[in-house]
């Protein structure tokens, strides 16, 4: 593939040489997406500590709600005790998403932008962890070939699907095992990988 030029991706020429980190459309989004993970990380973080202190104090100060004195600790107490596991729940979520911008980054440094004419979501599959696509690997006037069912994930928003990926996008990575899609200019970064 040396000495290939750059190829057209729905109106942005991307070299097919070199890595697809490398393209600064590519880099500004991947940063952007581990910004807004990040961000989200750290307000998550800090509304659960402040709700702990404030239902802590409340809980201390014998608050207790409904206020009948017969129901003990009452919905604070409930609150006080399930806030902890909401955590876990969304500090999974979150390291999840960042460990994807980890497996995108390093994807994309490995393996130059190929643009493909399109990438479908299979509405009829579901799948668990984002959205089920087909990507179309042949150009017009070649015979048809497709991937198989892939599942694609948003790092920020999991399942949602930009609709003009079926028009054209761009993909870095392989066919078969984990890759990355992009809208074509390197934006909206998808991992892709076998569907579970």
Do not use: C, N
């Not at 991307?14 to 989004?29: L, M, Q, Y």
């Amino acid at each position: 593939m040396h000495g290939s030029p750059p190829v057209e991706g729905r109106g942005e020429q991307v070299s097919t040489e070199k890595a697809a980190f490398d393209h600064p459309g590519t880099r500004a989004a991947w940063t952007r997406a581990r910004r807004a993970v990040t961000a989200r990380l750290a307000v998550a973080t800090f509304l659960w500590l402040a709700a702990m202190i404030a239902l802590i104090a409340l809980h201390e100060s014998g608050v207790t709600w409904p206020a009948d004195p017969g129901e003990g600790d009452g919905v604070i107490g409930l609150v006080v005790a399930l806030l902890p596991f909401a955590y876990l729940v969304v500090l999974y979520l979150y390291v999840s998403a960042l460990r994807s911008t980890k497996r995108i980054r390093r994807i994309l440094r490995a393996h130059p932008w190929q643009p493909i004419p399109a990438a479908r979501k299979q509405s009829l599959l579901v799948d668990a962890s984002g959205v089920a696509v087909q990507l179309q690997l042949s150009a017009a006037g070649e015979p048809e070939r497709t991937s198989g069912p892939r599942s694609a994930r948003g790092t920020v928003h999991r399942r949602r699907w930009p609709e003009a990926m079926e028009r054209g996008a761009w993909y870095a990575g392989d066919v078969e095992g984990r890759g990355v899609l992009a809208l074509p200019g390197g934006t909206d970064l998808m991992e892709v990988g076998p569907r579970p």
